[in-house]
């Protein structure tokens, strides 16, 4: 299955296909629903009942004035609201269920997908769809099941009781309410109709006015500097103009909507009134049955209006299922063979026990790599790394740096060749195995809601306080911790924003060192702290690196020096090979980047002293 590119808001025609997949989904709260439904039939039918006692009451109490069963009648009254009473509770009760259960089971299973799904998924999917995916897009099905789907039952058995009450009172007056319902249903979805459209472009337009503030408060300062304040406030002019004349469409449509089912209801009364009291007068039908005619005729509208409005609200909440079921539908592109499954597990249930050891030689044996839909990054790339070395990778922006240890990392594989770790194609193994023996910080470090301890130990939830502190302090970022108001059990906030991007860093390597991988990553790991820190971490994960495998991308050379081989890749090719002293000596590329960066580092300094 394709990953989608764009995600359609607009409502396709009804697909019973789609919600059918759905019901299937939901397959745990089938009870519920049925017996949810059941609820529904039972009030559906009691609740039609009301009009047969008011024509009981006219001709008994009324007419006859004979009122000796009036004790039975308001007993039977107050039994059958107290039973409707009962059932309606247990109705809400049930749908509430229905609508969590069912929101909270296809959360579970979208964020086990996620989990599932390698790196590659998120190059294509905005993280902010994401969210809605697994958020209020599972809510709305939630909702159409819990509460749409049971009033669509209310209504039919309301209406089809009602009919037959009156059927039995009187068949042409019943017809005559009989023919009507074709025109309210026909206005009814008429109107849904074109309600749904404009809901639709008002809600355009009130995220078209979001995005405008988002980018006028985020971008305020760029903004500022290129004098850009006048045409944005046009823009922005013109899209609340438009939100205002289609808000205004809206309000005029549902203003609409009542007084014309009200016209048509008004017409069948008026109808059923002058020939209802004519037969009353020939002495056809009593004036209780008029009564209680004109009681159904007026309760007529609700159920109708439910009915209708099951369709347009499924067929408004099918965007949501429809992405829901593609986000569950999505094939990883990187995936274990079952073979390896069986062997080694998947995700949630690894058989550690199986695992090899690893040592970490890496190898590519003729790697050519293109990220999907792009062009070529690698081809033919021949690389063999002996466990314990550590190898730095240099060159320009785009050059593919970090492409080869994404590649290595697994997050994708090559297109053709083949990536062996200690000797063994990695595809022979499971995704797990090799990456719990990977430790990989980034530029941009992600960090988690919650402690700096807890991030610290994030991959190794078991691990004590002396040891996230020791990898801590193997880093240096106890200095700053400590500074905190609570020290390792402060807060670091969303996504670690109370930190500044040096400071996740420093966290996102300690993690990684408690972590022990026999792999290390670093991914331009230091380009956010200064100098002075970035030495020190140098000396500490030096300690740390030895005897591991590691990869250390950085654009300040002044880092890389003490790898055991530096590696100047361009146009995804390694140009240049060797260590420091090799490279310096042979005055190519690695010398010419070394020098320039050196020469600009020593006159920055300069002038940052004269300023
Ligand atoms: N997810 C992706 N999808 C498509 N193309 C990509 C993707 N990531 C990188 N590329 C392309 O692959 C090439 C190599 O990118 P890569 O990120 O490996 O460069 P890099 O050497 O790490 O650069 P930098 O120093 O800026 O981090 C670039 O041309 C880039 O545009
Ligand atoms: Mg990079």
Sequence with gaps: MEYEQELDMAPKKFSLQLWRRILKLSRNHWRELGECMLMLALLGITESLPP??????????VVARDTSTLGWFIALYAGLLLFNFVISHRFIQLSGHIEWGVNYDLRAKG???????????????????????????????GEALGWGLVDFVWGVFFLAASFIG??????????????????????????????????????????????????????????????????NYEEFSAQTDIMYRRSIRGAVLSALFLPIISSVGAIVTAFVLTEGAGLVLEGVISLGTLAA????????????????????????????????????????DIRDSREVEELFGDNFRPKKENWPPIRGDIDFEDVSFRYKDGESVL????????????????????????????????????????????????????????????????????????????????????????????????????????????????????????????????????????HNPRIFVLDEATSSVDTETEMMIQRAIEKTLEGRTSFIIAHRLSTVRHADRILVIEDGKIAESGSHSELIAARGRYYQLYTTQFREERSMDVLGKKG
């Design 52 to 61: 047969l006692l008011t024509r009981y009451a006219v001709d008994r109490f």
């Design 111 to 141: 964020f086990r997908k996620l989990q599932e799904l390698p790196f590659s998924y998120y190059d294509r999917m905005p993280v902010g769809n994401l969210l809605t995916r697994v958020t209020s897009d599972t809510a709305q099905i």
């Design 166 to 231: 009156m059927a039995a009172l009187n068949a042409k007056l019943a017809l005559a309410a009989l023919v009507s319902l074709p025109v309210m249903f026909a206005i009814s979805i008429l109107f849904q109709k074109k309600m749904i459209v404009s809901q639709r472009n008002i809600r355009k337009s009130n995220s078209a006015i979001t995005a405008a503030f988002n980018e006028g408060i985020m971008g305020a300062r760029t903004t500022k500097t290129l004098v850009r304040e006048e045409m």
């Design 293 to 332: 005619f004109m009681s159904y005729i007026t309760d007529f509208f609700e159920p109708v209006e439910h009915i209708a409005s099951i369709f347009s609200e499924f067929q408004r909440r099918q965007a949501a299922a429809e992405r829901v079921l593609t986000l569950l539908d999505t094939e990883p």
């Design 379 to 514: 081809s033919h790339f021949d690389l063999h790394i002996r466990a314990g070395q550590t190898v730095a990778l240099v060159g320009a922006t785009g050059a593919g740096k970090s492409t080869i240890v994404n590649l290595i990392c697994r997050f994708y594989e090559p297109t053709e060749g083949s990536i062996l770790i200690d000797g063994t194609d990695y595809r022979q193994r499971s995704q797990l195995w090799l990456q719990s023996n990977i430790g990989y910080v980034l530029q941009e470090p992600q960090l988690f809601s919650g402690t700096i301890a807890d991030n610290i130990r994030y991959a190794d939830k078991d691990a004590g306080m002396e040891e996230v502190k020791r990898a801590a302090r193997q880093v240096n970022a106890e200095g700053f911790i400590m500074k905190l108001e609570n020290g390792y059990d402060s807060q670091v906030g969303e996504g670690g924003n109370r930190l500044s991007t040096g400071e996740k860093q420093l966290i996102s390597f300690a993690r990684a060192i408690l």
